[in-house]
């Protein structure tokens, strides 16, 4: 019996506006990409809490994607401006406990832009693949 090989998990937090209706495009399309990935629908990218972030990577996912709008197309203004900030900080705070930085991206997808969402995610898997499992949620479990 063969041994299963190893899938990335990759947890995808995506804006209601245009990242979300981005995915929907590619699926509505069939445009290909891994099954891999779980999404979360938010109202925006800036309502991605750093902690929540943090809890991905804790419960066992070895990359983490945060998508909205375009920047200066965003539905609330400049909440896709408040997030490149806070993700900004939070991406030197993961490189500083080690997670290498292709395990957290942030991009940028508009509604139209179906085959963009799907290149995106592939692109992600196969990055994470070749990092191997995330020791994030381990190390997390020996500090508790």
Known sequence: MPIKEWEPRIIAFLCHWCSYAAADLAGVSRYS?????????VPCSSRVNPQMILRAFAGG???????????????????????????????????????EPVRFQVHWIAGSEGNKFAGTIAEMVEEVRSLGPSSFAREVETLA
Request: with cysteine; net charge positive; charged share 20%.
């Open 61 to 99: 996912a070895d990359g983490v994607l945060v998508a909205g709008c375009h920047l200066g197309d965003c539905h609330y203004v400049k909440g896709n401006f408040y997030a490149r900030r806070r993700f900004w900080v939070l991406r030197k705070l993961l490189e500083f406990v080690g997670v």
């Open 33 to 41: 990409y891994p099954a891999n990935v779980s999404i979360i629908r």
